[in-house]
Structures are given as C-alpha cells and as structure tokens.
C-alpha cells in the first residue's frame, strides 16, 4: 500500500494531461518565473487522489489529510478506503519530496539541473525530466498548481502511463 501512496504524488501528487498540454505549452527560463512562484511554510489541508494503474483504466481513488513541515517532508494520512500513512522521506519517494521542498522553499539549482521548465500565468509549473536526469528513467511529467496560499493540485505522469492527480484543499 505505500508504494501505492507513493506513486500517487509523486505526492501528494499530483488527471489526465500529456507533454502537448496547456501548460506544457509554455516553456519558461526559471530567471523567468522564480518570481511568480510562491514561498509556501508549513501546510496541513485534506486531499482527495486518483491513480491511474499503468496500460489500465482502472482508477484507484483515495483521501485523507496531508501534511509538510520544511524540516521533515511530506507526509500523506490515508483514511479512505483504508487508514494509512505515507512520509516521502525513504529513498524510493525522496525524489519527490525533494521536488516539493524545492518548490515550496524557492530552492531550484537542483530542479534546473533535472528539469526542463513550463509555466503558464495563473501559477500552473510544469516539469519534464531532462534526458540526463535520473528521473527521466520513471517519469514523464509533473504539473504543479497553485495559488498564494498553497498548491491546489499535483498531477504526476510517469513513463509506464500511470498518472496520479492529487487535490489540496
């Protein structure tokens, strides 16, 4: 089940979008929109999150609360269907961790050195793993949405055709 959770975020995850999508669109130099994008602190909200099984239409869906603290990650507490909780910190998921404390702190260098940048006005970031990048190896895209508060919704697509789309609210 945790891999399963893990997947799903790529966290917190995190709908059904291709590299042609609106945001992928865009293609943005970081100097470009660092600016734009928010410093998020601390967050607790509820999320809501659908996976898609890979070369399947079955759709796995789950909720609970969702938490990120700075200094120890991102953290998922399941309680639909089943209570469970899922801390993004082991070496499997810390990529994705990673990529969220980049975004929510504004810390990018290691973020430009593995991804290729989108943007779209209305806080939409898309990122698509160099050829180079480790990442390139398990996924294909992340689109992360937000606002000043906080980011609203992760959808996560990865080179087997999975797709996990998390929501925050």
């Known amino acids: 089940m945790n891999k399963f959770l893990g997947l799903i975020i790529l966290l917190s995850a ?15 130099k970081l100097e470009n929109i660092a600016d734009e994008i928010p410093r998020y602190e601390n ?10 099984l890979p070369k399947s239409d079955i759709i796995l869906k789950s909720a609970g609360n969702f938490k990120y603290e700075k200094d120890k990650g991102v953290t998922f507490y399941t309680i639909y269907p ?11 998921y810390k ?32 990122l698509v793993p160099k050829k180079d990048s480790q990442a390139h190896s398990y996924l294909k895209s992340v689109e992360v949405e937000g606002n000043k508060d906080m980011i609203t919704k992760i959808v996560i697509l990865t080179v087997d055709s999975g797709k996990t789309s998390i929501k925050f609210e």
Do not use: M, R
Request: with cysteine; hydrophobic share 30%; charged share 20%.
């Open 14 to 28: 995190v709908s059904c979008i291709s590299v042609s999508g609106s945001v992928f669109e865009h293609p943005a």
């Open 43 to 52: 967050v607790s909200c509820k999320f809501t999150q659908e996976k898609t």
């Open 82 to 92: 089943i209570k469970s909780t899922t801390s993004y910190t082991n070496k499997e």
């Open 95 to 126: 990529h994705i961790n990673n990529v969220i404390s980049a975004i929510t702190n504004k810390s990018y260098s290691k973020l430009e050195k593995d991804f290729q940048f989108y943007y779209e006005s209305g806080w939409k970031l898309g």
